[in-house]
């Protein structure tokens, strides 16, 4: 069971998720790295609202979304995306990630925020550019990537933000599913593969960070498997729509942690013993 603060000592906080093409980019349980950030801002008090920023949403709701998620897709639904976020709201999304709107992008979603995504079967997509990354897909008869992903967290910010939430060095549990290959430009890795493998299964990276936009291969149990990044992301938010030194009421993630432990021992990782619990 969480742990639900006191409502009446809780700040009235007012939140609202974007969530990239719902019906075209939510593979393999992508809707939970929204349910995760709703209901945890949710458990401490916070209104929360969910604004799909589909083809029926304009630049100014891009713009006006304190994060975004981003799913998976397949490779046609891709294609429709990216027919669909041209100029100005392309033009709204740019600015909302420069300007650090803290965001979790999954799979599809990054592969459309990088230069370009080519298919196994058809034309190039063009991508926003705004991630230095491409990915290519080598074709339908190259297996895909798929399997239980465990990383550490590389990327500098983020790895020594976790670190001073939880204690210890960041590793995440996830799920991978993509036949596209992806190859970092200059943008920072999100982590390196610890288990699976990650952006292309050579070069040992996995994700990309880059200002507060979290990019991975890893699917939608993500934030419920790793709850701590779902509240570095509902932290980063708020900090910046409130301008304050916001700290987050601590919930009961005990059974999270628990599952997370029970897979890191079925995969036969072996973390580094966690440093001393944070005081
Ligand atoms: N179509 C992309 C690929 O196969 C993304 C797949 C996904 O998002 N699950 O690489």
């Known amino acids: 069971m969480p742990h639900f603060p006191n409502y009446m000592t809780s ?24 349910i995760t950030i709703e209901r945890r801002a949710q458990w401490r008090g916070y209104s929360v609202k969910v604004l799909p920023l589909d083809q029926n949403a304009t630049a100014d709701d891009i713009k006006s979304v304190d994060l975004i998620v981003g799913g998976g897709a397949q490779d046609r639904q891709q294609e429709i995306v990216m027919r669909d976020l041209q100029g100005v709201k ?21 592969q459309l925020l990088g230069h370009y995504y080519e298919p196994g079967l058809g034309q190039r997509i063009e991508g926003l550019g705004i991630l230095d990354l491409v990915s290519v897909h080598p074709g339908e008869n190259t297996k895909r ?21 939880t204690g210890s060095t960041p590793y995440l549990v996830g799920f991978e599913n993509h036949g596209g290959r992806t190859k970092l430009g200059k943008v920072e890795a999100l982590g390196k593969v610890v288990y699976g493998l990650g952006n292309n299964g050579e070069d040992g990276t996995e994700g990309a960070f880059y200002q507060n936009a979290i990019a991975t291969y890893s699917h939608g149990p993500l934030l419920p498997k790793n709850p701590f990044v779902a509240d570095w992301l509902l932290q980063t938010a708020l900090r910046l729509k409130y301008q304050q030194p916001i700290t987050l009421e601590p919930l009961d993630d005990t059974l999270a942690m628990q599952a997370r432990e029970a897979m890191f021992k079925r995969l ?12």
């Open 90 to 110: 392309a033009d709204a999304m740019r600015e909302k990630i420069e300007n650090g709107t803290p965001g979790v992008f999954t799979c599809g979603s990054p």
């Open 145 to 165: 990537c798929i399997g239980n992903l465990v990383i550490e967290v590389t990327a500098s910010r983020l790895a020594q933000d976790l670190k001073a939430m």
């Open 11 to 34: 700040p009235k906080f007012e939140i609202t998720i974007g969530w990239l093409y719902p019906t075209l980019m939510s593979t393999y349980g992508d809707r939970g790295n929204v």
């Open 268 to 279: 036969k990782v072996n973390l580094p013993a966690p440093a001393a619990a944070k005081v």
